[in-house]
């Protein structure tokens, strides 16, 4: 079992930023692909940005796109979510999560049901 802890959630202005972090209890972390989603009361999670194992390709919903940034450090074994230019429509509970089995591109894990694992996830509210 994986266990993920977020933090770096929390209420900022229009055009802010936050970097959000996730913290992995599994030596493995390195090996496995993470993900960021969202979530807002009565809409199912949204794909935010993946990272594979190596760090070496992500990918970025295009609601974000520019304007987030997805990285990982797999010596302290965490992912970040570096979030810029933050609009009222980017307010939700954000989670990671960890995808044990590897695709062929970082492009499938876009979908919530390639993750095994979440974290209990973090609130961001971006205000006027």
């Known amino acids: 079992q994986v266990q993920l802890l977020e933090s770096g959630g929390g209420l900022v202005q229009i055009g802010g930023s936050l970097r959000l972090s996730c913290r992995a209890s599994?030596?493995?972390?390195?090996?496995?692909?993470m993900g960021w989603f969202r979530q807002v009361p009565g809409k199912e999670r949204e794909f935010v940005a993946a990272?594979?194992?190596?760090?070496?390709?992500?990918s970025h919903a295009d609601s974000v796109k520019g304007r987030f940034f997805i990285s990982r450090d797999n010596a302290r074994n965490t992912v970040y979510l570096q979030m810029n230019s933050l609009r009222p429509e980017d307010t939700a509970v954000y989670f990671c999560?960890?995808?044990?089995?590897?695709?062929?591109?970082?492009?499938?894990?876009?979908?919530?049901?390639?993750?095994?694992?979440w974290g209990q996830g973090t609130q961001v509210t971006v205000s006027s």
């Open positions: 999560g960890t995808a044990l089995q590897p695709r062929s591109s970082v492009g499938h894990y876009c979908e919530a049901k390639r993750y095994d694992f």
């Open positions: 599994e030596r493995s972390f390195g090996t496995y692909a």
């Open positions: 990272i594979d194992w190596s760090a070496s390709t992500t």
